[in-house]
Nanobody
Framework: QVQLVDSGGGLVQAGGSLRLSCAAS????????MGWFRQAPGKEREFVAA????????YLTDSVKGRFTISRDNAKNTVYLQMNSLKPEDTAVYSC????????????????????WGQGTQVTVSS
């Protein structure tokens, strides 16, 4: 069992930066692949980033490549999403998620691949 708590969201101007954190509890965190998703009002949940258990494999959706970075610190049971050069279209509720497995499957972008979810943190980017 893994419990996830998201934090770090807020209001920022376009071009600014935020770092989201996902603190996990539960002894299986270090062996869990993790992901970040976002959901804007009136839109479906969207994949943002994923990372395997040791951080060697990472994936980013095309719209955030070159701007966002996913990382993890297993000693601190925390996954991060560093977001730079933010745009108004990045505005959404961001949630982290954990798989039961340590690896990322070929469908790492699907919410159905993740068993545990954080409560979400609001990111608002003003123009």
């Amino acid at each position: 069992q893994v419990q996830l708590v998201d934090s770090g969201g807020g209001l920022v101007q376009a071009g600014g930066s935020l770092r989201l954190s996902c603190a996990a509890s539960g002894r299986t965190f270090n062996s869990a692949a993790m992901g970040w998703f976002r959901q804007a009002p009136g839109k479906e949940r969207e994949f943002v980033a994923a990372i395997n258990w040791n951080g060697v494999s990472t994936y980013l959706t095309d719209s955030v490549k070159g701007r966002f970075t996913i990382s993890r610190d297993n000693a601190k049971n925390t996954v991060y999403l560093q977001m730079n050069s933010l745009k108004p279209e990045d505005t959404a509720v961001y949630s982290c998620a954990a798989r039961r497995q340590s690896w990322l499957s070929s469908t790492y972008y699907s919410p159905n691949e993740y068993a545990y979810w954080g409560q979400g943190t609001q990111v608002t980017v003003s123009s």
